[in-house]
T-cell receptor
């Protein structure tokens, strides 16, 4: 079946550092790819997405490019802030029994120190 | 309105109690989801409703009973739960289509004593 693998956390960085969170996937066909973020005490919210190869999703300074050749969707940000501290989930979308199913990676907890 | 609301925010129940979780959205989404999330883990899909019909049941124990009274509401009825069912229960909704974003509610924190 389809699967998503994220880099192990937790990740701790200083403010203004460069961030990369690795995500690779295994899937039949060409799924849509997502990054969701979960702030403490909240539900998940979409950070960005890409629906086809070479698409770049971007939002709030975060970027990720859909790389078919390496089956990857790495999340990057050039200068992180304390407010970026959260858990980040990479996910792909697959069809199951007539409905969309999200397959999540394990999540990467990010802490940004001032 | 791009919000999914869930009530209650917190729930403590005994193993013999019956309780219900409620989820509501007014975005016109025809797909609605229940997830269970344990600490430091990703959400696990439980149920999917599409056009008010149950499309996916991920082999969830019968002590969890979903209900979709109309296109805006989703309930999860709980009965005879076990302590290991304690978790954050998340509701989500989306448009149809594999590229669609799922909008998540803030969740109900459930504790089973």
């Amino acid at each position: 079946g389809n699967s998503v693998t994220q880099m192990e956390g937790p990740v701790t960085l200083s403010e203004e550092a460069f961030l990369t969170i690795n995500c690779t996937y295994t899937a039949t066909g060409y799924p849509s790819l997502f990054w969701y973020v979960q702030y403490p005490g909240e539900g998940l919210q979409l950070l960005l997405k890409a629906t086809k190869a070479d698409d770049k999703g971007s939002n709030k300074g975060f970027e990720a490019t859909y790389r078919k050749e390496t089956t990857s969707f790495h999340l990057e940000k050039g200068s992180v802030q304390v407010s970026d501290s959260a858990v980040y989930f990479c996910a792909l979308s697959e069809r199951g029994q007539g409905a969309q199913k999200l397959v999540f990676g394990q999540g990467t907890r990010l802490t940004i120190n001032p | 309105d791009t919000e999914v609301t869930q009530t209650p925010k917190h729930l403590v129940m005994g193993m013999t109690n019956k309780k219900s979780l409620k989820c509501e959205q007014h975005m016109g989404h025809r797909a609605m989801y229940w997830y269970k999330q344990k600490a430091k883990k990703p959400p696990e899909l439980m149920f999917v409703y599409s056009y008010e019909k149950l499309s996916i049941n991920e082999s969830v124990p019968s002590r969890f009973s979903p209900e979709c009274p109309n296109s805006s509401l989703l309930n999860l009825h709980l009965h005879a739960l076990q302590p290991e069912d304690s978790a954050l229960y998340l509701c989500a909704s989306s448009q149809e289509g594999l590229a669609s974003e799922q909008f998540f509610g803030p969740g109900t924190r459930l504790t089973v004593l």
